[in-house]
């Protein structure tokens, strides 16, 4: 790719502390050209991702400190402080906690893409958002009913939620089912036990299927023609 092309796509994460660089969406886009920001707020894994960012100094900026969504430090004060796009290509929020609260703060921004993760041990129909060690993680429900206020259509859930921005969507290639009744790309096997379903670990990485990687490979060419 061009440099040029390149400093088109921009992407942004927001890290949780178990999480290491590797193993984050946005690092696989990172080695395909893609740029962006990167916000860490524990200092030891912040240092880790210094020396990583090495090969994307380029590329790559970088802020250790935990988001916050009120107060200092909410995600649009950090973003201010880059030179990211009102209208950026990803943003990846990852961090076990106030996932629901920081997307909802974001205001001024519209990424193209959302990727969110949620507490998918908690099937459709219950509203819930993370408050403390006792109610942990959003709902699907609950973040489903955020992107739609913000202008999303839910395109997968793989434990965690894609979301397209609506004047994106149609490149998706939803059904009018799954555009009607976003509850069906629901993935149940997230809350079903090993009980009712032996076979299944829904605490364990999952693998796409042959659909909901068709379906990514396409939102993420979309972006990236």
Known sequence: KSRQKCNKIILFQILKLKTTFYETITFNLLTKGWRGVYI?????????LLKLKEDF???????????NHEGPNTLVELLLGTDMSK?????SIDIDSFDWH????????QPKV????????IPPGIFQTHRDRDIMGSSFTATLE?????????VCHTGNMFFV?????????LSKVERDFPEVLFDYT???????MPHYRPEAPKKFSKKLKSRVKSLFNRLNP
């Open 190 to 196: 997230w809350c079903l036990t090993n009980e009712i």
């Open 114 to 121: 959302v990727i969110i993760e949620i507490n998918s041990s």
């Open 146 to 154: 955020l992107g739609k206020s913000k202008g999303y259509t839910l």
């Open 40 to 48: 860490e707020g524990d200092e030891e894994k912040f240092n880790d």
């Open 87 to 91: 209208d950026f290509d990803l943003l």
């Open 57 to 67: 100094s380029d590329r790559l900026h970088t802020i250790c400190a935990f988001v």
């Open 102 to 109: 920081v997307w909802y703060s974001l205001i001024n921004y």
């Open 165 to 173: 921005r609506d004047d994106y969507v149609a490149a998706i290639g």
